[in-house]
Structures are given as C-alpha cells and as structure tokens.
C-alpha cells in the first residue's frame, strides 16, 4: 500500500470531470486500498479520486468513530435527495485548515458499485449523508469553496496559493 499525492486548491486538476469506471479491475483494487491508507493517514473522512489526481468515479469514506467502516462507491448516482436541507461547516483536504458552511440535503439515497463490482444501495444522513454529497462533487470537478462568496472564495485560493509558496521555499 502507499500513501498518494493529495493536489491542493487551487490546482487545476481539481476542477477535472471524472469518467466512469468500465469494468472493476485489479489497478482498482491497488487505488482502493492507496486512497483508504491515505484517507486515514491525513484523518480525514472521505477522498475522492479526483484528489489523488486519478479521473475516475471512484471515492472511498468512512465517516464511522472508530473508524472501522469503510465505504467504496465506484460510479455513484444519487436516486434521491430529501427535501430537507442543512447548512454545516465543511472541510478537505485539498483545502487544508479552512472550514465554513454548506447547505445540502439532509439525506441521500445512492446507488454505487463496491469494491467488488456489486451493485449497493446506501441511505446516509448526518455527517454520511454531507461527505457522500461533497465526495460527489469532487468527481464533477466542484470544490466546496465553490458554494462560497467570491470574496471567500479568493481569500482562500490567496491563502492556499501563499501556503505552497512558503513550503517550497523552506524545502529549499
Ligand atoms: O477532502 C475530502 O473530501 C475529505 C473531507 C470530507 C468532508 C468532511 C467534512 C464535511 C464534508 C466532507 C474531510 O475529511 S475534511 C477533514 C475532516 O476530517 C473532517 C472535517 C469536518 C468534520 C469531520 C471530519
Ligand atoms: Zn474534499
């Protein structure tokens, strides 16, 4: 297993459209459990592949406390949304230390391959529900500082953009 390459915003990779996953294949399986390591290792609660630079509809979470219930959902498709939303402070990992709210539904319903190839329904609310819905996102590209003001939105892409600069020049 091995730890992967997160891209940070404002990378342009980020803003990728994924592609369907033809046929579950054995680099999938590596991927899997590369993403699944990396998830935990940065604590986070979900990764897309979008992330770690691959453009495929693959995303893995585990949203669990004890971490210990990993999801894999490969061409994930929403079936349903509730009509109920919530706004709730969100975080990724492509956008290290930043946190502001987003509304979404508060439950979903979707419809995705496992790791194996088999066909699964999953009906999420909570934390689950917003992770799946930011987790899709990525796939089409979206970052959640897109659901924030412009004014937000640029003061974090100045932040990020000044953060990598100090990393690279102490690596020097
Ligand atoms: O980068 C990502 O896509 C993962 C992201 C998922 C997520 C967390 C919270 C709300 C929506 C989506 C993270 O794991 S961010 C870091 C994190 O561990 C965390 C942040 C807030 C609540 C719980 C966990
Ligand atoms: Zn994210």
């Known amino acids: 297993m091995a730890l992967l390459p997160i891209l940070c915003y404002p990378d342009p990779r980020l803003h990728k459209v ?3 996953v ?16 990396t998830m935990y290792d940065a604590n986070g609660i ?23 219930q990993p999801l894999v959902l490969i061409n994930p498709e929403i079936v349903w949304l ?14 290290p230390g930043i946190y502001d709210g987003v509304e979404r539904a508060v439950a979903v319903r979707v419809q995705a391959l496992d790791g194996d190839g088999r066909t699964r329904t999953i009906e999420a609310e909570g934390l689950l529900a917003v992770c799946v819905q930011h987790e899709m996102d990525h796939l089409l590209g979206k970052v959640f500082v897109e659901y924030l ?12 953009l000044k953060a990598a600069r100090d990393a690279r020049e102490s690596a020097h």
Not at 46 to 68: C, F, M, N, W
């Open 46 to 68: 979900g990764l897309a592949a979008t992330q770690v630079d691959v453009h495929e509809r693959l995303i893995v979470i585990d949203a669990s406390e004890a971490r210990d």
């Open 149 to 160: 003001s412009p004014l937000k939105r640029n003061r974090i892409k100045t932040k990020m």
């Open 22 to 37: 033809a046929a579950v294949q054995p680099r999938h399986r590596t991927l899997i459990a590369d993403m699944l390591e």
């Open 18 to 20: 994924a592609r369907p």
């Open 82 to 95: 509730s009509p109920e939303r919530q706004r709730q402070d969100e975080g990724c990992l492509s956008v």
